[in-house]
Each structure stands twice: as structure tokens, then as C-alpha cells.
């Protein structure tokens, strides 16, 4: 009996232990990879300071038929075809349609949706190899230079 307690102690550190590391993990900045045929969509997202959104087309393919988004929503069948910004998203209309807390979620979560690299302009994405996530903080490349060992003078 006195084994399996003393066993119970070293289980409960390290159960604490693994959720703390997926604490940390999920909290930590990673890159956005585009899929092939997701829609990065800029019309106005760099001029407002947001990054551009990354529209994960076939995401959203496999669950609605055309017709859902490119007819009953009114979306264009071209990439930067529909002059969407945030307010009609919030009044409802286009992604709004959706994305209204209820069936999907809301437009306070900026991030799920404005996940593209900055300055990257609408297009429609034909690779799975282009990256057009954010490269990581300044801070955290900073450490990663730090890291490295100073350069070794040249003799004379």
C-alpha cells in the first residue's frame, strides 16, 4: 500500500508537469501554412494595420456546396472580387453570414482569420510550400541570434 502511494506523488508532478507544457505550447506564436487553394484576401487589411486574411477555401468546401457562399451569400467567384470589410462581416453579410458567434465564431476572434504574412497581396494560393504565416516575434529571433557563437576574429 505505502508503494502506490509513494507512486501517486511522482504521477500527479508529472501530469501537472504535461499540462503546463501544453499550456505553454498552445500559447506559443506558430507559423500559418497555407493550403493549396485557400484565398489570402487584402483589400484592406494592411492599410488598417491587420494582418490579411487567410480564407481556408476547401475547409470551408467540404462542408457547403457552392451555392451557399457564391450565391445565397453573394460572393464573387474571383479572388479579391467582394469589397469585404469589417463592419458588413459584423452587420451580417458575407462571412458574417457565418461567422456570427452562433453557427461559427465570432468576428472578435481577429486572429483566426487575419493569420496571413503582412504585405502578402490577395491571391489564391497554389502551393502547400509557401509560407504565409508571421514569422516569429522580434524578440524571439532576437534570442535565436544571440544564441549563435560570436565570430571567431581573422588572423593577421
Given at each position: 500500500m505505502n508503494i502506490l502511494?509513494?507512486?501517486?506523488?511522482?504521477?500527479?508532478?508529472?501530469?501537472?508537469?504535461?499540462?503546463a507544457t501544453l499550456a505553454l505550447w498552445s500559447?506559443?506564436?506558430?507559423?500559418?501554412?497555407?493550403e493549396y487553394g485557400d484565398v489570402v484576401i487584402n483589400n484592406f487589411s494592411d492599410a488598417a494595420g491587420m494582418r490579411p486574411v487567410v480564407f481556408p477555401h476547401w475547409f470551408h468546401r467540404v462542408r457547403f456546396r457552392c451555392k451557399v457562399?457564391?450565391?445565397?451569400?453573394?460572393?464573387?467567384?474571383?479572388?479579391?472580387?467582394?469589397?469585404?470589410?469589417?463592419?458588413?462581416?459584423?452587420?451580417?453579410?458575407?462571412?458574417?453570414?457565418?461567422h456570427n458567434?452562433?453557427?461559427?465564431w465570432s468576428a472578435e476572434n481577429c486572429n483566426l482569420c487575419h493569420s496571413g504574412k503582412p504585405g502578402t497581396p490577395t491571391l489564391v494560393h497554389e502551393s502547400t510550400l509557401q509560407?504565409?504565416?508571421?514569422?516569429?516575434?522580434?524578440?524571439?529571433?532576437?534570442?535565436?541570434?544571440?544564441s549563435a557563437p560570436p565570430p571567431v576574429p581573422a588572423k593577421k
Open positions: 502511494r509513494t507512486l501517486r506523488v511522482p504521477w500527479r508532478g508529472a501530469l501537472l508537469a504535461l499540462l500559447l506559443a506564436p506558430r507559423e500559418v501554412h497555407a457562399c457564391h450565391a445565397d451569400l453573394g460572393f464573387q467567384f474571383k479572388a479579391g472580387g467582394n469589397q469585404i470589410n469589417m463592419l458588413k462581416i459584423i452587420d451580417g453579410q458575407y462571412c458574417g453570414s457565418c458567434g452562433e453557427l461559427a509560407k504565409l504565416g508571421v514569422p516569429p516575434p522580434p524578440a524571439a529571433a532576437a534570442s535565436v541570434a544571440t
